[in-house]
């Protein structure tokens, strides 16, 4: 069994940066595509981005192309993710989630995930 726990989230200003990172433990993470998923007050769960198992290949939702970056980091078991120019509609709490295989094929799909952190809460003041 996973584990997954996120943190870096935080109150900034619209325009600001956060980084993000999630830490996992157990099982072998350098196996398995990793992703981010948010999911803002009264809406669905929404993907992000994700990596693949070496973090080779990526994958964005087409609304966080250029100002969200994923990255990994295989030798300390984290997956981190860098969030420029912040809007306030990016409030949302972030959930990081590991990926039943080892691509970002489908990586969309919240369905293929088989372990998810508790999310952490992103806030962006106008």
């Known amino acids: 069994q996973v584990q997954l726990v996120e943190s870096g989230g935080g109150l900034v200003q619209a325009g600001g940066s956060l980084r993000l990172s999630c830490a996992a433990s157990g099982g072998s993470f350098s196996n398995y595509a990793m992703g981010w998923f948010r999911q803002a007050p009264g809406k669905e769960r929404e993907f992000v981005v994700a990596i693949n198992w070496s973090g080779g290949s990526t994958y964005y939702a087409d609304s966080m192309k250029g100002r969200f970056t994923i990255s990994r980091d295989n030798a300390k078991n984290t997956v981190y993710l860098q969030m420029n120019s912040l809007k306030p509609e990016d409030t949302a709490v972030y959930y990081c989630?590991?990926?039943?295989?080892?691509?970002?094929?489908?990586?969309?799909?919240?369905?293929?995930?088989?372990?998810w952190g508790q999310g952490t809460q992103v806030t962006v003041s106008s």
């Open positions: 989630a590991q990926n039943r295989g080892a691509t970002v094929r489908a990586a969309y799909d919240a369905t293929k995930y088989d372990y």
